[in-house]
């Protein structure tokens, strides 16, 4: 917002007060209208941006300032990454086309050949695919330690060591991990914490006030809201994200179109109304499921039963966020598939999808989806069975939702 006009500058978002709630923050905070003193943010799509003259545009390439080329910077781009960065109480965020490029951006940025990370088993399976296959060819070498024991990850520091990488909670067990302890773990080696907050958003969890570094999001999932489109993001201090960061994203180009941003923008609007909504309805069908004779096991933070519920209520605004998963109660692995087939294939409202963070809720089964790579030894160390069905709750009435479940567990 270097280059304010005056005339802008009168219209009511261009200069916020301080000290606004999070709320607030999620509805306001984007770049200054255009002279037309739009209401709702402007989408700009443009690969270019025209210069005042020669002395202005030599000036913006050499400082990189904005706006120049489209892979540089966009003012609608922009208006997302402010937005982020204040819901994330952030001094800054770089936006990118998918939440695995966000991930590309991270390690490219901040590591080379010879460095070492540690990084919980249990995250999102791609990323561990790019840690430890994709970056391992360039030398960048990864750990994968318990979720949740701290001495894993302590025994696994190197003097090579730059970043912990944690994502909490995981997909699709839930499991919580402590991301103040792992960011004095970190910065007790010089080395980075950098959290996964795809799960949670902003609306529940915070990282960077719980003392981690950096925040990576898949923004395709609750920040949209409503699965359209694919989108990514970092945020953490403006050392990082703009002198870092932001010189990689130039060269390399992971850029996020203009378009997808404006969608993720508007979605944010609504994301701590619908955060909430959604946490609590995924907390009414995960005691259902609790209670249900053909289920033998539920796997939630919002319920008293799962094994790090205070550290999860702690961390997480009191809520346990949308996404349940539960087994069902079977005497083989062939039955407990049988039996999670039936009761996925028996839904006529919930969608058959390998996708979350959506108003549509999602029903997947994670053994031969998300987890079907794996070997049966594999899945069954990572506590994946045959039986395990994953919930992403969305917006529909919980009764529609239970009922939906009871048609193939009513049946088991
Ligand atoms: C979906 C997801 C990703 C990857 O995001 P994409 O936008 O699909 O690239 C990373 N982490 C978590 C936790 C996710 O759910």
């Not at 319920?303 to 998963?325: R, T």
């Not at 598939?337 to 089964?365: E, M, P, Q, W, Y």
Request: glycine share 8%; hydrophobic share 45%.
């Amino acid at each position: 917002m270097s280059d304010h006009d005056p005339e802008a500058a009168r219209i009511a978002r261009a200069r916020l007060p301080d000290g606004l709630r999070p709320e607030t923050l999620a509805v306001r905070t984007a770049m200054a209208p255009s002279q037309h003193g739009e209401n709702s943010e402007a989408l700009f799509l443009s690969t270019a941006f025209v210069q005042p003259d020669s002395e202005t545009s030599a000036r913006r390439f050499a400082n990189n300032e904005d706006f120049t080329y489209g892979r540089t910077s966009n003012p609608t781009t922009r208006s997302f990454e402010a937005r982020l960065a204040a819901m994330e109480g952030a001094e800054a965020a770089i936006a990118t086309s998918t939440g695995m490029s966000a991930i590309l951006l991270l390690v490219m940025g901040l590591l080379k050949a010879g460095d070492h990370v540690v990084c919980s088993r249990s995250v999102f399976g791609s990323t561990i695919g790019l840690l430890g296959k994709e970056f391992g060819k360039f030398g960048v070498e990864t750990t994968f330690v318990s979720q949740t024991d701290l001495a894993e990850w302590r025994a696994a520091l190197k003097p090579t060591t730059k970043l912990l990488f944690a994502e909490t909670p995981t997909n699709p067990l839930t499991e919580v991990c402590d991301i103040a302890a792992l960011a004095e773990i970190a910065h007790a080696h010089g080395a980075l914490l950098t959290v996964d907050n795809t799960f949670c958003s902003p609306a529940l969890q915070r990282p960077l006030a719980l003392g981690a570094d950096l925040v990576m999001h898949a923004a395709t999932k609750y920040l949209d809201g409503q699965g359209r489109v694919m989108a990514g993001a970092l945020a953490g201090p403006k050392k990082l994200i703009v002198d870092v960061f932001g010189p990689t994203l130039r060269t390399v180009g992971m850029t996020l179109a203009p378009f997808n941003a404006w969608v993720v923008l508007k979605g944010m609007e609504t994301l701590n109304l619908r955060m909430k909504a959604q946490s609590e309805a995924a907390l009414a069908v995960a005691r259902w499921l609790e209670a249900h004779p053909a289920v033998s096991r539920v796997h939630y933070p919002g319920l008293p039963s799962h094994p790090q519920h205070a550290l999860a209520m702690a961390q997480q605004s009191g809520l346990g966020g949308a996404v349940v998963s539960f087994d069902v109660k079977a005497d083989s692995p062939e039955a407990a598939r049988a039996a999670a087939f039936r009761v996925i294939d028996s839904t006529r409202v919930l969608s058959i999808a390998t996708n979350l963070g959506d108003t549509k809720s999602i029903i997947t089964h994670p053994a031969t989806t998300s987890h079907g790579r794996l070997t049966e030894a594999q899945r069954q160390a990572a506590g994946i069975g045959q039986g395990l069905v994953r919930l992403a709750v969305g917006l529909e009435h919980v009764d529609d939702i239970t009922d939906d479940l009871q048609r193939g567990l009513g049946l088991c």
